[in-house]
């Protein structure tokens, strides 16, 4: 069983910046699409940003311009790159990774329930 394990977690004031990694306890192990969702109290789970595996990448509006998703193919870890943090991203996020089941459409369209792996979540907190 493929185990994605987040870090980066952590405070930061408006403006700032923050880095999450999710690497997958598998080297072999490979996927088609993988990304973040975030959710914070009292709100649905929303997609942040995705990648497949051509290194096409996808964000919400929300995020577009701010937010860099990479992956680093050889250590099997993706990145979300955080610039310019505004208070309503603070919330929990979550990395998530297909079993190679998502053939098209690698976006934000995608539910949290289309993925089959799940890190244990990280939490983000922006301050005014």
Known sequence: QVKLVESGEGSVQAGGSLRLSCAASESTYKSNCGGWFRQA???EREGVAFIDSDGDTSYADSVKGRFTISKDGAKNTW????NSLKPEDS???YCT???QKIRVGCDTSLLWTDFDYWGQGTQVNVSS
């Open 41 to 43: 109290p009292g709100k």
């Open 79 to 82: 990145y979300l790159q955080m």
């Open 91 to 93: 919330a929990m996020y």
């Open 97 to 99: 990774a297909d079993a």
